[in-house]
Nanobody
């Protein structure tokens, strides 16, 4: 079955950087678009960025433009989210989404001084 495992979250100061990873298994990773979502406390889950199966970013949330970069390595069945210039408002649980309704367990990102 589809399995997605995020890692790389943590506590960082405003302006700092983190790189999230999502390791996928149970499907042909290179054939599917993948997404990052996030859910802040008390808010609905929102999509952050989507990457096509070839590695091109399809769309992204305006608030992360120029700060977040999505990428993937199809040889490693892994998707990444490089997050730079982090802001307090980026604090959330970040989720990896695969085909259908498949989700990872999430990784907490906390931006705080």
């Amino acid at each position: 079955q589809v399995q997605l495992a995020e890692s790389g979250g943590g506590l960082v100061q405003p302006g700092g950087s983190l790189r999230l990873s999502c390791v996928a298994s149970g499907f042909t990773f290179s054939s599917y678009a993948m997404s990052w979502y996030r859910q802040a406390p008390g808010k609905e889950r929102e999509w952050v960025e989507v990457i096509g199966y070839t590695g091109a970013s399809i769309r992204y949330l305006d608030s992360v433009k120029g700060r977040f970069t999505i990428s993937r390595d199809n040889t490693k069945n892994t998707m990444y989210l490089q997050m730079n210039s982090l802001k307090v408002d980026d604090t959330a649980v970040y989720y990896c989404k695969g085909p259908g309704d498949s989700w990872g367990q999430g990784t907490q990102v906390t931006v705080s001084s």
